[in-house]
């Protein structure tokens, strides 16, 4: 069971070039997740997704597009890389289960992280 | 809105010491989750545990034990007898019910000296 696995561990990219960061889930989740870790600032949501086309911003949206084709994927593009997206990525998956009791679900599972630098 | 506080940015400890780490939240929902992750110095996230917002029992989980109280929205996380493996860093995250987002505090760094 590979849980969530994220591609590649480490990039580094020249201002103005794009990416794609990928990011895949073998646990049927129906959640899955981008965000980036910035020392001192926790992590922070950039886009989710509800299930395969559904997907929405979080609070740090601009500069990245997502899209979701497939349960199991979620990749995340960058655009136009700038020195401002520096950082950690880290993708994440969770399940969604609904009870007699109301809605609940699981933890997150969330991939290794990939480092980039944008210089 | 919602929010995770983490007030204490670095704590260090002698080995053997216990340590509590404070967690402080607001919400408006009254269907939440509360969880922590471990972020050792390899990188990766590590969940610890999950808390609904309809079940106030403390938790004891070996060296670990989590104290949350709605009352002063706060869900600390407390190691005893603290050893090395457990420098890390430590998140608090909060997820509104019916969604997969979590929102982090800013991390608490932890270094316990040998």
């Known amino acids: 069971n590979a849980g969530v696995t994220q591609t590649p561990k480490f990039q580094v990219l020249k201002t103005g070039q794009s990416m794609t960061l990928q990011c895949a889930q073998d646990m049927n989740h129906e959640y899955m997740s981008w965000y980036r870790q910035d020392p001192g600032m926790g992590l922070r949501l950039i886009h989710y997704?509800?299930?395969?086309?559904?997907?929405d911003q979080g609070e740090v949206p601009n500069g990245y597009n997502v899209s979701r084709s497939t349960t199991e994927d979620f990749p995340l593009r960058l655009l136009s890389a700038a020195p401002s997206q520096t950082s950690v990525y880290f993708c994440a998956s969770s399940l969604h289960a609904q009870t007699g009791f109301g809605a609940w679900g699981t933890e997150a599972f969330f991939g290794q992280g990939t480092r980039l630098t944008v210089v | 809105a919602q929010k995770v506080t983490q007030a204490q940015t670095e704590i260090s400890v002698v080995e053997k010491e216990d340590v509590t780490l404070d967690c402080v939240y607001e919400t408006r929902d009254t269907t939440y989750y509360l969880f922590w992750y471990k972020q050792p110095p390899s990188g990766e996230l590590v969940f610890l545990i999950r808390?609904?917002?309809?079940?106030?029992q403390n938790e004891i989980s070996g060296r670990y034990s989590w104290n949350f109280q709605k009352s002063t929205s706060s869900f600390n996380f407390t190691i005893t007898a603290s050893q090395v493996v457990d420098s890390a860093v430590y998140f608090c995250?909060?997820?509104?019910?019916?969604?997969?987002?979590?929102?982090f505090g800013q991390g608490t760094t932890l270094q316990v000296k040998p």
């Open positions: 997704s509800v299930g395969a086309g559904i997907t």
């Open positions: 808390r609904n917002s309809f079940d106030e």
């Open positions: 995250a909060l997820r509104k019910g019916n969604t997969g987002k979590l929102i």
